[in-house]
């Protein structure tokens, strides 16, 4: 069974810092272009950051250019996302999500992706 699981989320203070996690299991994702979404209450899930398989290539939402970084280790079939100079309007569901198709580009759409964690609430406070 494959699974995302994501972790690392919490309550902040706006200007802080937050490290979330994506385990993956069940098979490897080493090959697969990966992205973290966010979805706030009342809104739809927006796309946050995508990275391809190699790790070579990596877009990011305007909103979050600058303060986030996405990055992965496939060696562990672990993607993170390492967030900085968080704001209130960060606060969210953070969700990881993986491609089906092999050695693809930076995916931006949530229609792109095939597999999605359960997410982890990410507050930051004011």
């Known amino acids: 069974q494959v699974q995302l699981v994501e972790s690392g989320g919490g309550l902040v203070q706006a200007g802080g810092s937050l490290r979330l996690s994506c385990a993956a299991s069940?098979?490897?994702?080493?090959?697969?272009?990966m992205g973290w979404f966010r979805q706030a209450p009342g809104k739809e899930r927006e796309f946050v950051a995508t990275i391809t398989w190699s790790g070579g290539s990596t877009y990011y939402a305007d909103s979050v250019k600058g303060r986030f970084t996405i990055s992965r280790d496939n060696a562990k079939n672990t993607l993170y996302l390492q967030m900085n100079s968080l704001k209130p309007e960060d606060t969210a569901v953070y969700y990881c999500?993986?491609?089906?198709?092999?050695?693809?580009?930076?995916?931006?759409?949530?229609?792109?992706?095939?597999?999605w964690g359960q997410g982890t609430q990410v507050t930051v406070s004011s």
């Open positions: 999500a993986a491609e089906q198709s092999l050695y693809g580009g930076a995916r931006s759409s949530v229609y792109e992706y095939d597999y």
């Open positions: 069940g098979r490897t994702f080493s090959r697969n272009t």
